[in-house]
């Protein structure tokens, strides 16, 4: 069965970088999914924050543009968050996503999730 785990959350201080790791298994084909990088704050609504489509054309959310990069391993198995200059208000949990075929903005287009790795900037 398809299964994505999140590692790499924690507390940092505002400027700080972190980078979460997404581990993917249970996907034959990953390079022909979409994949993406969420995040929740608490009272807030799910949003996504980073794509990653199957041609590699990456978007941003204008909240972590220049900021964030996401990435995928050669193998497709890992799913990276790179995270730099980071703010008091990107403080939230952290979840990894995967649908197939096209990149969606909406949450609830997504099939595949992982648990969530928090993330604590002050």
């Known amino acids: 069965h398809v299964q994505l785990v999140e590692s790499g959350g924690g507390s940092v201080e505002a400027g700080g970088s972190l980078r979460l790791s997404c581990a993917i298994s249970?996907?034959?084909?990953?390079?022909?999914?979409?994949m993406g990088w969420f995040r929740q704050a608490p009272g807030k609504e799910r949003e996504v924050i980073a794509r990653?489509?199957?041609?590699?054309?990456?978007t941003y959310a204008d909240s972590v543009k220049g900021r964030f990069t996401i990435s995928r391993d050669n193998a497709g198995n890992t799913l990276i968050l790179q995270m730099n200059d980071l703010k008091p208000e990107d403080t939230a949990m952290y979840y990894c996503?995967?649908?197939?075929?096209?990149?969606?903005?909406?949450?609830?287009?997504?099939?595949?999730w992982g648990q969530g790795t928090q993330v604590t900037v002050s």
């Open positions: 996503a995967i649908r197939w075929d096209l990149c969606y903005e909406s949450p609830s287009e997504y099939q595949y």
């Open positions: 249970g996907i034959a084909d990953s390079a022909r999914h979409c």
């Open positions: 990653l489509p199957s041609d590699g054309r990456t």
